[in-house]
């Protein structure tokens, strides 16, 4: 069943001339993990905030289309049981933090929600120890590294037990270290718990080998939506200025002299290839 | 020419940001500073602008020692862009905030245009000039941040972390950019985790870990590397990590290099 369902989605924010996403239609199954990338400005961002309601409700502007999350029509429902199914993580950190402690950052959610006493402490103990930071629990987010304040975000986030996790270049201010072990974290999350995962990431190199699915914008239109094989060695995709990784490159590469026929997403495959053929 | 004559520099006592750090940046060099968090990046590229003085040892830019000048006299020859733009951003309108340095600099106003307009076009901000500076998307207020120090023209230029939230296609035309400011005589000094922006377009990198210089030298040379890579927290480039994978004897940045070696073992295994 699809989780999330938009249909001919097309937006331009309060005064802007030209529309921002035009006429998208995608389906997001449950328990997908969706990569999404695309040249800066072609409407990512902008399209995570449809998702959770946050668009048009505290945007304004002109929408036209359905986005539906779990059964639910952003326009009809309120953004706060939106936000319930959806959480979204944004590129910066220091934006969205701003409570004393990281155990009551990640518990603010839950309050709002009045959920019993008891069950806010268990939630709150589970999401830390999920994303690995349950010793953080008694710092201040303003002391922490930027990739520690990012996964606060995201416990707070988990703690609201959403079905869908969407991630708007959660890495993008981050160390190449620290960007991996988020990544990490959200590949072992999908794993375990199952939650929808759509990640906005120019990293392609990093992410494509875990994502099931691959979708590209460009000025406001999905153009290529596939698995991360299919979109990655497009012929479109090489137009697109979106960092093919390297590995993709050498493979083609490999294909155009010598009909190499593999089509790897990471140095690792790759290299097993080229070992593997050895034999 | 920038000289770090055994420079030390802690925050709290006992606990070196920068620990006798002696090297050397040439006129018109293109350089990457390497490093993991903490390692001092940051603290040694604030005493090239003079934001921090040396506590021992010196800093000379050009032929002016930092403790004998001031961060406002360094600063028309220093240009340094922070890693996130709102913290540099302040102006009413893209315009205002590529002039404002140069108005403050006492330039004739047709300069100021003349340069304002070379910045709006370069970085492709033109469509938003008249508009503020928040309204701008992420990557847009980094390129933003930049243009308003490249276009008041000083020597030396350091960036802080300039590819972050940039797509391949702006990625690629800042190091055009880089490259051809660089060929005009000016010092530009880049300080990134970004291991492929490095590898694939600046030519030298100093790698710093806790406070020192762990190495120095040619890109290529350094980033192949494993032991000099994992001290300072850093990933290997992808053709790097695919050479290491492969077992190459020269593992190498270079596309060629790399695809041709993994065509010669796929041909071997033919045979």
């Known amino acids: 069943m699809a989780i999330i369902e938009v249909k001919g989605l097309s937006y331009s924010y309060p005064e802007s001339a ?6 998208v239609d995608l389906k997001v199954e449950q328990c997908e993990f969706v990569l999404m990338s695309g040249p800066s400005g072609c409407g990512k961002t902008t399209f995570c905030r449809c998702l959770n309601g946050l668009i048009p409700a505290s945007y304004g502007g002109t929408f036209d289309g359905t986005v539906t999350v779990d059964g639910l029509s952003t326009t009809e429902h309120p953004v706060y049981e939106i936000s319930q199914r959806v959480g979204l993580v944004f590129q910066n950190p220091e934006n969205e933090l701003f409570c004393t402690s990281v155990e009551r950052e990640v518990a603010f959610g839950l309050e709002n929600l009045a959920l019993p006493r008891q069950e806010i402490r268990s939630r709150v103990e589970e ?13 201040s987010p303003e002391e922490l590294s930027g990739g520690e304040q990012q ?18 270049e959660p890495t993008a201010n981050l160390d190449p270290m620290s960007a991996n072990s988020i990544l990490k974290i959200l590949v072992r999350l999908h794993r375990e718990s199952g939650v929808t995962i759509v990640l906005v990431e120019h990293r392609l190199e990093m992410s494509a080998p875990y994502a099931d699915r691959c979708v590209i914008f460009e000025e406001g239109r999905v153009v290529l939506n596939g698995s991360p094989q299919e979109v990655l060695y497009s012929e479109k995709a090489n137009s697109l200025g979106i960092g093919i990784p390297q590995v993709v490159q050498v493979a083609k590469s490999l294909s155009a002299r010598c009909g190499f026929e593999g089509r790897p997403l990471s140095s690792k495959a790759l290299a097993e290839m080229i070992l593997g053929a050895k034999g | 020419m920038i000289t770090f004559k055994d420079v030390s520099y802690s925050y709290t006592p006992g606990a070196y940001a920068l620990q ?12 990457a500073v390497l490093g993991e968090n903490g390692a001092g990046k940051t603290t040694l590229v604030k005493h090239i602008n003079g934001l921090l003085k040396p506590q021992s040892g010196s800093v000379i830019v050009g032929d002016t020692d930092t403790k004998k000048s001031t961060v406002a006299n360094l600063a028309r020859r220093v240009g340094l862009v922070f890693q996130n733009p709102d913290h540099q951003l302040f102006a009413e309108t893209v315009e205002k905030e590529l002039s404002f340095a140069m108005v403050n600099f006492g330039m004739p106003p047709e300069e100021v245009t003349k340069r304002v307009n070379w910045a709006l076009e370069e970085f492709e901000l033109a469509k938003y ?5 928040f309204l701008l998307s992420g990557g847009e207020r980094k390129r933003l941040a930049l243009a308003s120090v490249l276009s008041y023209d000083p020597q030396t230029i350091i960036l802080d972390e300039p590819t972050t939230g940039q797509d391949d296609r702006q990625k690629t035309r800042m190091a055009n950019l880089f490259k051809q400011l660089n060929s005009d005589g000016k010092t530009i000094i880049v300080v990134t985790h970004d291991m ?7 030519p030298r990198v100093i790698l710093i870990s806790k406070g020192k210089v762990l190495a120095e030298g040619p890109t ?9 890579l994992e001290r300072a927290s850093l990933l290997p480039p992808q ?33």
């Open chain 1, 18 to 23: 030209v529309p921002t996403l035009i006429n």
């Open chain 1, 127 to 139: 999401a830390l120890s999920l994303v690995g930071i349950s010793q953080l629990k008694e710092k």
């Open chain 1, 151 to 168: 996964k606060v975000a995201i416990a707070a986030l988990l703690a609201m037990k959403p079905k869908v996790l969407v991630l708007d």
């Open chain 2, 20 to 31: 006798n750090i002696s090297l050397i940046i040439g006129d018109g060099e293109l350089v």
């Open chain 2, 129 to 133: 000039k008249e508009k503020p500076p």
């Open chain 2, 196 to 202: 492929e922006f490095v590898a694939n377009f600046i």
């Open chain 2, 220 to 228: 290529e040379e350094i980033l192949t590397q494993k032991e000099y």
């Open chain 2, 239 to 271: 053709l790097v990590d695919l050479s290491w994978k492969l077992s190459l004897s020269k593992p190498s940045i270079s596309f060629e290099k790399v695809t041709s070696e993994a065509l010669r073992m796929l041909e071997e295994s033919r045979r």
